[in-house]
């Protein structure tokens, strides 16, 4: 019970006040490129959301039942980004060859996914922070939730500052990081809520 509430409570804060991209700011290249409008946003999300999940439960039986057994914990970087690399692999293939449709829309974003940071640091803290298989996977679907909510945020933003007027220096990067940075002060008011380490 104390197990399933801890994945509970560690869910919730992964996507408000541990925000893996708002607090922590990773996996910012694809968050400041791809997040132009909802749709394109809302589609690497589901995508980094699944990957996530999976690679965080993977990596846990990686560390924990190959590399820790063999002494080999030094290598978790180059374990973990294998395993990363190797199960988006897998799954481009899997939907191309099963749903051409979503492979169509998933598009680019898929390959994308193997270079986002954030994957690997939601399964570096959760190595760091000794959390059980559970808990890592909590960890890995509310960090890859949290990742999403954000960058759908800025993409509607970014849609809507399409039709506004901007001051010529702040157009194009220089606005985009000021709302990254006003989104990251807002889920700072999450962060009484609860905190985990």
Request: with cysteine; charged share 5%; hydrophobic share 60%.
């Amino acid at each position: 019970m104390e197990v399933g509430l801890t994945a509970f409570v560690i869910f919730f804060a992964a996507i408000f006040t541990n925000n893996i991209l708002l607090t922590n700011f990773l996996g910012m290249c694809s968050f400041l490129a791809i997040s132009r409008e909802v749709k394109s946003s809302l589609g690497l999300g589901l995508a980094v959301i699944f990957v996530m999940t999976w690679t965080s439960a993977l990596n846990y039986l990686v560390y924990y039942y190959l590399l820790v057994p063999s002494n080999l914990t030094q290598f978790r970087y180059i374990a973990f980004i294998i395993v990363i690399a190797a199960f988006v692999q897998l799954v481009e293939m899997i939907i191309e060859r099963y749903s051409p449709v979503l492979y169509i829309v998933l598009g680019v974003f898929l390959p994308l996914i193997t270079v986002n940071c954030a994957i690997l640091g939601v399964c570096l803290f959760m190595i760091i922070r000794e959390y059980s298989f559970l808990s890592s996977i909590a960890y890995g679907a509310g960090g890859g939730i949290g990742w999403t909510l954000a960058i759908v945020a800025m993409g509607g933003i970014r849609q809507k500052l399409a039709h506004a007027t901007i001051p010529k220096p702040l157009e194009g990067p220089g606005i985009t990081l000021i709302i990254a940075g006003l989104m990251a002060l807002a889920f700072m008011g999450f962060s009484g809520m609860i905190q985990i380490q």
